[in-house]
């Protein structure tokens, strides 16, 4: 059976895609996506099983309700930095993947507000399908906030930091 995450990533790829419907079966579970009016419907059928479980519908609307609500936080956190100050540059997601703020656990974040930094800076790196993409600045400047936390998924164009140019 798939883990919830790869779930996950099925859906954001399917919804990227052109494709309108996705079936996938694996020892007896099987999974129905399907694009309808631009949004994902997931259908998911457990193996045959001894004990009870859970109906199918109860994880799906779970699984619905959660991006609303990160969206919801999303918006109530970068809405109020928006009417501080239109002339700040957003450094956007250039995909759908998780934000990683520096190249290993081990080491120092990339950028943190106050930085300056130049067009080719590295200023955080986004995981999509295992491949890690390192993501530049763009522009010459100061990083005035970091819009999101390290191992965050993020969205094709969701702002990731603000920078105030020079």
Same mark, same amino acid.
């Given at each position: 059976?798939?883990?919830?995450?790869?779930?996950?990533?099925?859906?954001?790829?399917?919804?990227?895609? *052109?494709?309108?419907?996705?079936?996938?079966?694996?020892?007896?579970?099987?999974?129905?996506?399907?694009?309808?009016?631009?949004?994902?419907?997931?259908?998911?059928?457990?193996?045959?099983?001894?004990?009870?479980?859970?109906?199918?519908?109860?994880?799906?609307?779970?699984?619905?309700?959660?991006?609303?609500?990160?969206?919801?936080?999303?918006?109530?956190?970068?809405?109020?930095?928006?009417?501080?100050?239109?002339?700040?540059?957003?450094?956007?997601?250039?995909?759908?993947?998780?934000?990683? *703020?520096?190249? *290993?656990?081990?080491?120092?974040?990339?950028?943190?507000?106050?930085?300056?930094?130049?067009?080719?800076?590295?200023?955080?790196?986004?995981?999509?399908?295992?491949?890690?993409?390192?993501?530049?600045?763009?522009?010459?400047?100061?990083?005035?906030?970091?819009?999101?936390?390290?191992?965050?998924?993020?969205?094709?164009?969701?702002?990731?930091?603000?920078?105030?140019?020079?």
């Amino acid at each position: 059976m798939l883990k919830i995450q790869e779930i996950r990533e099925l859906i954001k790829l399917i919804d990227q895609s *052109s494709i309108n419907e996705f079936e996938y079966e694996q020892e007896g579970a099987k999974i129905s996506l399907k694009k309808g009016g631009g949004e994902t419907v997931v259908q998911q059928t457990p193996a045959p099983q001894a004990r009870v479980e859970q109906p199918a519908p109860a994880p799906q609307q779970q699984q619905q309700a959660q991006p609303e609500q990160k969206e919801q936080k999303e918006t109530e956190k970068s809405e109020p930095v928006k009417e501080m100050d239109e002339s700040l540059h957003k450094i956007e997601s250039p995909m759908v993947g998780t934000f990683y *703020s520096s190249p *290993s656990p081990e080491e120092d974040v990339y950028v943190k507000s106050g930085d300056k930094v130049s067009k080719d800076s590295i200023v955080c790196i986004i995981e999509a399908m295992k491949l890690f993409n390192e993501i530049e600045a763009e522009v010459n400047g100061e990083i005035v906030e970091v819009l999101v936390e390290n191992g965050q998924l993020v969205e094709y164009g969701q702002p990731l930091f603000l920078v105030k140019k020079q």
